[in-house]
């Protein structure tokens, strides 16, 4: 049955419309894969070395297992952000005749195989192998590492019990900062005591029965969990929530354009992914606060232009860059209703600049670090304004992928593709090049005069711009609506 | 009102839609019945320009579909739930057609007003988002809002699909007034031979993508109709 469902699973993926471009980034993604899995090798190997070089008078293993508890709360953190939570579209599979247990393994099983249990591994592992070398016995060191293990697969089952409970999350911090806190002013030496119990793991074989009872606990707790969870009217039951209406009738001064706008709002407003959208670009407001207090740059640098452009474009280039998929799910409407595709963009680009003038409204206060900020930002929001707001426009047209609105934006790569990822560099680098070239060749005033100047004239010629991007928005207006049908990529 | 010529719709060389020449003159209410994979969908996909024909044309009140814009402020459509914007209300969703085509709020109010029966109480004033009403619920605010605005074409695909009876009657209704009484054009696709052959004063039969029925609705044909699927 297993074998079914990776094949199902396999399919699903190659199967996709958006496979070509989709393919580009996972292969970016398995080199990046590759790269750690390489790094954590020889950081496992180098480990022993680097513990025998910082404590010379202590065993390496005894160093190892006090600082183990670290290392589970810490791994702990990392997976509430990144560790999926393991999915499998299973309405289909209840219809037909295979044990709703079978489904529940095979989804807790393979999740065992994740990515982060193995990049564990490739730690202790070689460390376990580095120990061998150096005499310690054989036995002991394979048990040991049966122990962790046991402990990467309680991590990993834990982790699914958690659940991205933010409260658990925060409890997990408080405890790490709390157990470091002990440890720093000397108070209680917590991870004396849990390095003992760490040690006795690797010292006692018999006790490695502990972790791998923990971790079959987890697993079942888990199964028991889900396994109650895989009913059709459990996946089928929505939260139905109440409306949060709001008047907007104040969009109507922006005359054709309201309507859109009014959607538009509504659309980040009631929906999980794109509201933490606007929270976050609120919040890298403070982004300047790093870069401002580093003396390093000095107040005219051209890493001032990249926050500039950053600070100013955050929410240009987070939103914008899933134009079109936004309105994914009811994308054949769109393109059926009495809209102009024009209209349609026109409303986009006035939303995307009315967040720029805000978030330039917002970054006023960084005069206090000297008048050049205020005036790096205020140019680089005018080159938002006329450059980069048709530019992700244009660069919307080749989004094909589907976004469904109530997942969150945490580490939700859907809808994500490679041009995603170029389109950073235009909007970012090419302003930098301008500032750097005119700025060295002339000065840093005729350099901003540049970067605001040409922000200027191309918003004198916004219209014919949008024209242009209508036209890229037609010719790929059929690909758009069979890629945003498809809901499994 | 419409025009096909030659138009072919071809999938990686399989031909799934071949109609040499069809005209639908104005306030006609028009049926496509066929079975699955006849081509239904696709043809009303290529009248709304959501799929780009292989060959030939489709000319909507003088407008060619997949060259001008024009053929939109006159032509309204359901197609499917995609149709429908999950987080709307039913009512900002009637509203937003509404703007889309020029109405205001009384407009749209007004409309709605003539729907009262056939929503049943389950559509306005419930507070709810169209994401989370049922599937009929949900078509039926599609099918309601194809007619704001006074279109001179409505295209519907499947409309009786997923209704109750009571609706579906009421439906019917709705239809046959609308391209008798008012001159719109309503092109409506169905499985359920009785249901078109009730509401249509002309079906056309798709099989395997080309015409191969093009009947007159009289009282002869359902039963035309059901010899011609049974075999």
Known sequence: MFKYF??????????????SKGLALKIVMIFFAIYMLVSFTFLGIGLFFMLEKFFPDADPMVILSQYLVYWIIIELLARYFMQKLPVMDVKPMLLLPVKKSTITHYILG??????????????????G???????????????????????VMSINYINFIINKSDKIFFGLLLTLLGIYGLEYFNIFSVTEYLGQMFYSLYANPVLTVVPIVLAVITYFLNYKFLRSRIFLDASLKKEVKTVEASDLSWTKRFGSIAPFLQLDLKLIWRNKRTKTQVFMSLAMIFYGLIFYKMDDFGPTSPMMVFVGIFITGI????????????????????????????KYLESKSGLISVSVVVM??????????????????FSCALYNLGVNVPLILFFGSFNKKRIDLDKSAFGNMQGAGAAQFLIMLPI????????????????????????????IITFAFRNMLLNYVTKAYRKKKYGMISGFKETNS | MIVAKNLTKQYGGKQVLNIENLEIPKGQSFGLVGNNGAGK???????????????????NNNVQVNTSEDWKPFTSSFIDETFLIGYLTPEEYFNFIGELRGQNKADVNALLSRF?????????????????????????VGIVASFIGNPEVVILDEPFANLDPTTQIRLKGIIKDLANTQGVTVLVSSHDLIHVTEVCERIVVLNKGEIVRDIETSTETLQELESFFAG
């Open chain 2, 116 to 140: 009262e029966d056939f929503f049943h109480g389950e559509i306005l004033g419930q507070n709810k988002y169209l994401r989370d009403l049922s599937k009929g619920n949900q078509k039926k």
């Open chain 1, 110 to 127: 393979k999740s065992g195989f994740s990515f982060f249990n193995l990049l564990s591994m490739v730690i202790f592992i070689p460390f």
């Open chain 1, 129 to 151: 192998m580095v120990l061998i070398a150096h005499d310690y016995p054989v036995a002991n060191v394979l048990i040991w590492l049966l122990s962790i293990l046991g402990i």
């Open chain 1, 6 to 19: 990776i094949n199902l699973q396999w399919k699903s993926f190659f199967r996709s419309a958006n496979l």
């Open chain 2, 41 to 59: 969908t696709t043809f009303f996909s290529l009248l709304l320009d959501l799929i780009e024909p292989s060959a030939g044309e489709i000319i």
């Open chain 1, 360 to 377: 330039f409204l917002l970054s006023v206060p960084y005069v206090y670090f000297g008048w050049q900020a205020l005036a790096i930002n």
């Open chain 1, 428 to 455: 970012i680098v090419l302003p930098l090049l301008l500032y750097v070239g005119f700025k060295y060749l002339v000065s840093f005033e005729v350099a901003l005069m540049v970067i605001g100047g040409v922000g």
């Open chain 1, 315 to 342: 929410f240009l280039t987070n939103f914008g860059q899933f134009i079109p998929a936004w309105d994914s799910a009811y994308y054949s409407m769109m393109m059926s209703q009495n809209i102009p595709l024009k």
